[in-house]
């Protein structure tokens, strides 16, 4: 194989860190190939990426130890300048790395700093602009598109150069379920028509398999595990035992008998051969009785600019103890929902809580009705020690220290930290930061909780503590709310889903009959789970597919 990217025994030590964080690395990318790097947070698959793309050693310093080659070349003798000829990198949020006050300033930045002709950079910013799609959008404000097309206006930055390694670090972290599927399609168009050698930094195993890939490489405690073909991966139990989400159409299939090592081929689903077998699902009976009413939105209006609405005339009822996802496409408004409701910022129209309008609620009063993680708990924390920052909120409303202490100690009890009390917040992970955060607002007292992507970007070691979590305070009677693009998410844990597009409620039902209806999945970037494709590979009814699925996920989590 052509050793274009060569990593021989290689190790790197940050300065900060008392071990290495990548150890004794192996691993050869020829060049053309398009290779999946997956591991659980922490593995040092991100350590790997920025040696890749010259961040480390020019950035963040450190040992290294062995041997790393791009091209025949030492990486690590390469300027940063150098190495972005080499290596083009994609981040998993556009906005930061958006340059130019126009997507057309963005697309030709790289091509000012390299001194190209304005006759030959105004060809290519056509070219490829017309490649993906954004003809449009040229004197757009890179700030004002959607998801999708934000990452479409990162990709377009970094082809423009015609690097000959596409470095995509999370791509999909921030997207909905549609932009995520065009991303992949597309990462992969360009794949075949570049023949660029590219790699793929992602937690969203399934999603990425959705276009081939040649090989996948699975990283835990800076170590390779796993070097190899999907397939031969899928048939391993290393995904689970290394904190990685399996596709959710194999772990259907495991949980009804299938023998996963008797196929041939595993990816995708409609190559697996398979052939129906008689399933007889339990049938589910459905509660009629709504809980009582905790929470009514009434005609809730909200603009930065009057010309600009981002929400219009929303009403939706929330009730005491339900679990109530609210998903949509990027920018329909959402998260300004969510700052609406916990007055972040101030929207036309009235509240009502418990009987009683609490429109002109201060911030501190609505956080005693409403608690809101965000969903980067390091935004949220401001405190060195544990026990200060769940304390802050009680201290700032002039609660005496001993009543304090004793709320503070039961609020930790609950999140599962008191043994971390007296620990400082830096020495936790990030699962722990996010419990830290929530306690912070369960010692005020909300009885909802309203949390923006709680699982973006999660491992799925982290991803099944912070639910089982949210589900056990569910079960103490707290409303819990989430924003969210997880489709499986919403599918297993939550009672009822409210779709928002271009600021309005679209549909109000249960994640199962939001399914159904491909008229709202198209209009709000939504698509089904791939339990839906299996259940008619299987001639089944998806929805008895689907309550099996997650009734079997719940007796295992029980």
């Not at 996802?325 to 990027?330: A, L, R, S």
């Amino acid at each position: 194989m052509n050793e274009f990217i060569a990593f021989k025994n290689f190790s790197f030590q940050y300065d900060a860190q008392a071990e290495p964080t990548l150890r004794e690395i192996d691993l050869t990318i020829a060049k053309g190939e398009k290779v999946l790097i997956v591991g659980p947070s922490g593995s040092g698959k991100s350590t790997l990426g920025q040696c890749l793309n010259g961040i480390i050693p020019n950035i963040y310093k450190g040992k290294a130890e062995g041997s790393f080659t791009i091209d025949g070349k030492d990486a690590f003798d390469l300027s940063i300048y150098d190495k972005s000829h080499l290596v083009s990198t994609v981040l998993q949020d556009p906005d930061g790395q958006f340059i130019g006050l126009s997507v057309a300033e963005d697309l030709a930045f790289s091509l000012e700093n390299d001194c190209v002709s304005h006759k030959e950079m105004l060809e290519k910013i056509d070219l490829w602009a017309d490649r993906l799609d954004l003809t449009a959008f040229l004197n757009h404000r890179p700030q004002d598109l959607s998801g999708g097309q934000k990452q479409r206006v990162s990709l377009a930055g970094v082809l423009i150069d015609e690097s000959p390694i596409l470095l995509f670090d999370e791509p999909l972290a921030n997207l909905d379920p549609k932009s995520g599927q065009d991303t992949i399609e597309l990462i992969d168009r360009i794949h075949r028509e570049q023949e660029a050698t590219t790699i793929i930094i992602e937690h969203r195993l399934e999603d990425v398999l959705h276009r081939p890939i040649d090989r996948i490489v699975l990283i835990n405690d800076g170590r390779i595990v796993f070097n190899g073909q999907p397939d031969q991966l899928l048939k391993t139990n290393l995904l689970a035992e290394n904190g990685i989400r399996q596709p959710l159409y194999l772990s259907s299939l495991a949980s009804l008998g299938y023998d996963l090592t008797s196929f041939s081929k595993l990816t995708p689903l409609s190559q697996m051969g398979l052939v129906a077998q008689p399933l007889d699902f339990p049938t589910v009976q459905k509660s009629e009785e709504k809980p009582p009413l905790l929470l009514q939105v009434k005609e809730m209006s909200f603009a930065y600019s009057p010309e600009k609405p981002i929400l219009k005339k929303v009403s939706l009822d929330i009730h005491k103890g339900e679990r109530l996802t609210i998903v949509g496409k990027n920018g329909a408004g959402k998260s300004t929902l969510a700052k609406v409701l916990t007055k972040f910022v101030d929207g036309d129209g009235e509240l009502v809580y418990e009987g009683q309008d609490i429109s002109a609620d201060s911030i501190k009063e609505r956080a005693e009705r409403i608690g809101y993680v965000l969903q980067n708990p390091n935004q949220m924390i401001s405190q060195t020690m544990i026990f200060d920052e769940v304390a802050l909120g009680l201290r700032l409303r002039g609660v005496a220290e001993e009543e304090v202490e004793e709320r503070v100690y039961q609020a930790l009890k609950t999140c599962g930290l008191y043994e971390f009390r007296k620990w400082p917040i830096s020495a936790l992970s990030f699962g722990q930061k996010k419990r830290v955060t929530i306690a912070a607002i369960l010692v005020l007292d909300p009885q909802i909780i309203l949390l923006d992507e709680p699982t973006a970007g999660q491992d799925r070691r982290h991803y099944t503590e912070i639910m089982s979590f949210l589900d056990q305070l569910h079960e103490k009677g707290h409303t819990i709310v989430m924003i969210t693009h997880d489709m499986q998410l919403m599918m297993e844990h939550s009672d009822r889903c409210v779709v928002v597009a271009d600021g309005q409620i679209l549909a109000d039902a249960s994640p199962l009959e939001i399914f159904e209806r491909e008229d709202v999945l198209a209009q709000a970037n939504l698509k089904k789970t791939s339990l839906y494709e299996l259940a008619n590979y299987l001639k089944v009814d998806p929805i008895a597919l689907t309550q099996y699925y997650i009734q079997e996920e719940r007796r295992q989590h029980v």
